[in-house]
C-alpha cells in the first residue's frame, strides 16, 4: 500500500464537473484568504520588524502554528526545503494554513492529518477534495516525509 492509497480514500471521485469546479474555486478562494490573514497575523502581531528587516530575502512563517504549535519546526522545515519551486511551496503553504498537522507515522515518517472544525477545514469531504492538489508531488512528498523524520 502506497502514500497516497492511505491518505487519499479510493472512494473519492476525481472527475470534477463545471459546477463542482465553480464551488472549489469559490472554495479555495474562501481557505486561501483565512490562510494569508493568518500568516500576516502571525508576523504583524508577533514580529512587526522583521518584514522589514528581511528586505527582499524570503520569511518563513507557519500559517497554522497558533493552532499546532507542536509542529511548526517540521512545517519550516518542509517550507525552506521546497521554496524554489513555489507552486509546490503554496499548496504546502495552503494546506497547511486551512488546518493540517502533521502525524508522526512508523512507514512513512509523517503523514498529513487534517484539522477538521472552526479552526481548520470545513469538512473531510473538503480536505480530501483539496489535497488533491499534491497528487503531482507525489514522490516529493513522501520523501519529504521521511526526510523531516530522519532530522
Known sequence: ??????????????????QQTDSSISSFQQILQR????????????????AELAGDNPIMIDP???????????????????????????????????GTVLVENQRWGYIFRPVV???????????????????VYRDEVIKLLREIKQN
Not at 500500500?1 to 463545471?18: A, G, H, K, R
Not at 522545515?77 to 503554496?90: L, T
Open 117 to 135: 472544525g472552526p479552526d481548520g477545514w470545513g469538512s473531510q469531504e473538503e480536505y480530501n477534495r483539496e489535497k488533491q492538489c499534491l497528487n
Open 35 to 50: 490562510v494569508e490573514k493568518r500568516a500576516m497575523d502571525v508576523v504583524c502581531e508577533r514580529q512587526p520588524v522583521v
Open 64 to 98: 497554522y502554528s497558533d493552532y499546532s504549535p507542536k509542529d511548526t519546526n517540521l512545517w519550516l522545515d518542509i517550507f525552506s526545503k521546497v521554496y524554489e519551486d513555489r507552486e509546490f511551496y503554496a499548496r504546502l503553504f495552503y494546506l497547511r494554513g486551512a
Open 1 to 18: 500500500m502506497s502514500y497516497f492509497d492511505q491518505v487519499i480514500p479510493p472512494s473519492i471521485n476525481t472527475e470534477i464537473t463545471l
